[in-house]
């Protein structure tokens, strides 16, 4: 079954930019959509962005949308989470999530086989 690790996060001034990373083992990675989520302090999980299994769809939250881009390298068996123009109500712990039925870009988590163990991102004012 695949397992996830997430990297990339940090502390950042608003209007920064990071880039976190979704490295896939243990699996074939072209066989799950990916989605990412966060969780802010006191708040539920939130659906944040998503990409299909070949990378040529991306899907977003309204909140991220024109800041976020979405992405993965099947070869590397990566997904990528690049955030752009970063505000302080983006300040969460960042998770990926793998799902082979799809269901994840819409927000589904049902699906869901893997998580990553999430990475903090700090946005400061």
């Known amino acids: 079954q695949v397992q996830l690790v997430e990297s990339g996060g940090g502390l950042v001034q608003a209007g920064g930019s990071l880039r976190l990373s979704c490295a896939a083992s243990?699996?074939?990675?072209?066989?799950?959509?990916v989605g990412w989520f966060r969780q802010a302090p006191g708040k539920e999980r939130e659906f944040v962005a998503a990409?299909?299994?070949?990378?040529?769809?991306?899907y977003y939250a309204d909140s991220v949308k024109g800041r976020f881009s979405v992405s993965r390298d099947n070869n590397k068996n990566t997904a990528y989470l690049e955030m752009n123009s970063l505000k302080p109500e983006d300040t969460a712990v960042y998770y990926c999530?793998?799902?082979?039925?799809?269901?994840?870009?819409?927000?589904?988590?049902?699906?869901?086989?893997?998580w990553g163990q999430g990475t903090l991102v700090t946005v400061s004012s």
């Open positions: 243990g699996g074939t990675f072209s066989r799950y959509c």
């Open positions: 999530a793998a799902d082979p039925s799809g269901s994840v870009v819409a927000g589904r988590t049902g699906n869901v086989e893997a």
């Open positions: 990409i299909e299994w070949m990378g040529n769809q991306p």
